[in-house]
């Protein structure tokens, strides 16, 4: 199965860009995701790229793949104390269903 | 548009006791996931329905855990008997299809 990794913990002041990363196994995952998690709150899905796309630019957020090294990232332009939350990578791999493979999520905090 | 629902929100049992929990999906959502995160981790599928059939149940511990998608709209997962590493957010998802999946808030177990 799909093994995805990522770092365990961001911290960035206020107003900085955070770069959150992630590698993935699966190289024939179709559609990479980017999902928020508040305390106490489900998964929100913030952005997807799919894997024929380099890059994807959504108002502050920027995803960016590299298919070659299995590594996705994304930016945050701008941070806000409300972006602090776990950010989960996630990855659906090819050949059918819906499966998504998440990472152990990124906890992001934001400090003045 | 009405959100996945879950209920409880939490849930303190002892260990050997049975517990269950309820989803409502998105109305119209003929794919409904349930998913365990475990404390520090990301969530991990445990099962997926397409309508009331299953798609994927390879990771659901059988000997355990069952599930159930009457008509093909709420379902339940029953844990019996649970365990202590069964403590987790257990968290409902559906979809159109293949679709963006949307989560509920999930359901807080706690097995002392």
């Known amino acids: 199965g799909e093994d995805v990794e990522q770092s365990l913990f961001l911290s960035v002041r206020e107003g900085d860009s955070s770069v959150i990363n992630c590698t993935y196994t699966?190289?024939?995952?179709?559609?990479l995701y980017w999902y928020k998690q508040e305390p106490g709150a489900g998964l929100q899905l913030l952005t997807y790229?799919?894997?024929?796309?380099d890059m994807k630019q959504d108002q502050r957020l920027t995803v960016l793949l590299n298919k070659k090294d299995k590594h996705l990232s994304l930016r945050i332009a701008d941070t806000q104390t409300g972006d602090s939350a776990i950010y989960f990578c996630?990855?659906?791999?090819?050949?059918?269903?819906?499966?998504?493979?998440f990472g152990t999520g990124t906890q992001l905090k934001v400090e003045l | 548009e009405a959100g996945v629902a879950q209920s409880p929100r939490y849930k303190i049992i002892e260990k050997r006791q049975s517990v269950a929990f309820w989803c409502n999906p998105i109305?119209?959502?003929?794919?409904l996931y349930w998913y365990q995160q475990i404390l520090g981790q990301g969530p991990k599928l445990l099962i997926q329905?397409?309508?009331?059939?299953?798609?994927?149940d390879s990771q659901l511990p059988k000997d355990r855990f069952s599930a159930e998608r009457l008509k093909g709209v709420d379902s339940t997962l029953k844990i019996q008997p649970a365990k202590l590493e069964d403590s987790a957010v257990y968290l409902c998802?559906?979809?159109?299809?293949?679709?963006?999946?949307?989560f509920g808030q999930g359901t807080r177990l706690t097995v002392v």
């Open positions: 998802a559906s979809s159109l299809g293949l679709g963006e999946a949307f």
């Open positions: 699966d190289s024939s995952s179709t559609y």
């Open positions: 790229i799919f894997s024929n796309m």
């Open positions: 996630a990855g659906r791999p090819g050949g059918g269903g819906n499966k998504l493979t």
């Open positions: 109305s119209g959502h003929a794919t």
């Open positions: 329905f397409q309508n009331n059939g299953v798609v994927d």
